[in-house]
């Protein structure tokens, strides 16, 4: 029942990222949810799982583009093997736990992206180091806002 | 993973079928809603355009000022496409807001309509993009923001020709153009006009491009590059004309009424400014 009710949670996470990334437009004012499903499904799954995870939804993103499919697909997966393979080390279920894992784990997975797809920012470095973070920091708060709601709907195990 | 680095390196054939499936299936209802969503916008926007010229054309009247200018410019902002004639198609323009889809946008005419890989998109500013990919019913374009984005290009009096590829700023609200291989000798003054030079086959000639801002670069002895703003936002457009399979080589300077003359430019004045 737990896993079925986190599967949901993740399905409306990609939900609404497409529905506000592509359905109202909002751009990259909307926060990244894919890298926020992909990063808190890797928290409970399996390494291939999150992998295969990070690949469907790296592809679906992709598929909205012109160019190949693999770029986000392999930032997404690399992502969720991290994500995974930080339980080894990485204890913690709190939300202040996830806020800063959300974090690190967003941001790694921008600089990820920018390293599978190079040269397309004017100044790549100091975008990683300026404007990512930032941009990382707000979509950690709207995945831990996210998630505690999902607690609060779902209850506190779940 | 292996799966993803297979479609990353795979022929493009795989990705773009691939792609067309998933935005036929999966992907489908959220670009619906993008439509219905921009439509909603376009209506509004609409409407307030009509008010504002509604306002604009009870306030010319009521100070008795000249009409000739205002009616060509409410000319310009309405009739653009009635002036093009048939082969450019008036459609909607839609921006996916997904990194992958940074610098493309979707629009609302395809393969059956006569648009071709190539097709020119432009509003009643100037340029805006090319069409990359045709489907049946519809087409996904780069705007000029998009790193490979070229187009041949000149000055409005001929004088200077050049390629214009776009400059990437520290934020996208800087990006710019920058025309590049103008003749060393060439002296192109902030404010004047850019269009298209019609050189290919691929954008019609005499479309407004931009203007000059300053001289971006000189190599020694061989040629100079120009710092273009360009005449049109991609992220302000709603509506865009198409040109459509037999739209190349034609010369639309007409439309535009493209002339030598140059357009002020408030922060440049003197001499021409030289950027680092």
Redesign the interface.
Known sequence: MRAYAFGLFLFTLVLLHFLLHVGLGLGDSAPDLLAVAVLLAARRTTLPASALLGVVLGVLDDALGIGPLGPRSIALAITGVLGTWSRGFVEGDGLLFFLAYLFVGIWASDILLSVVTPGTAASPLLSLVTLTPLVSCWTALWGVALLALFRRVAGPDA | ?L????????P?EW?RN??QV??NT??R???G??EW??TRKSDREDLRIVRAQRDSLAAVVAAQAVLREENARLRALLSLATRAGPQFRATQM?????????G?FLLGLGASQGVVVGSPVFTVGGLVGVV??VHRNSA?A?DWTH?EFRVSAMTADGQVYGIVEP?????REEDLLIMTGAPFHSDVQPGTRIVTSGRGTVFPRGVPVGDVVSIQDADTGWRKSYLVRPAVRPESALQVLVGLSTSGGADLSGLWEVSATRTPVPAASGPLPRTP
């Open positions: 993973m799966i993803a680095f297979v479609l990353l390196l795979g493009t990705s691939l792609r998933l935005r999966a992907l209802p959220f670009v809603i993008r969503v921009a839609l921006s996916l807001g997904t990194d992958a889809a940074e493309t990359r990919e996904q780069i790193p400059r990437r700023g520290s934020f």
